[in-house]
């Protein structure tokens, strides 16, 4: 089965508007693996790993973010599988 991840950093207004949380449910909603935090320099910051579909989803959920949100600038790259599992929301700046 094809897997991909993905890192990205998000700028803008993404904290205090419950990305992470969001971000997990549409994660586990899309049976995607990886993690997101807060960074202190007040970014947004997730790897996410699943089929190649599911993550293009999810990619279009973070261009967007929750309803509170406004996402000024995306950065993604593409990192090596790892087949992780689950999807966790860790603290962070």
Do not use: Y
């Not at 991909?4 to 997990?24: D, E």
């Not at 997101?36 to 190649?52: I, M």
């Not at 929750?66 to 992780?84: C, H, S």
């Amino acid at each position: 089965m094809s897997r991909r991840r993905i890192h990205v950093l998000l700028a803008g207004r993404v904290q205090g508007v419950f990305f992470r949380r969001s971000a997990a449910q549409e994660a586990a909603r899309l049976g995607i693996s990886g993690w997101v935090k807060n960074r202190p320099d007040g970014r947004v910051e997730l790897e996410a790993e699943g089929p190649p579909k599911a993550v293009e989803a999810f990619l279009a959920f973070c261009r967007l973010g929750p309803e509170r949100a406004r996402v000024e600038e995306i950065l993604v790259v593409d990192r090596p599988t790892g087949g992780d599992v689950g999807f966790q929301v860790e603290d962070g700046g």
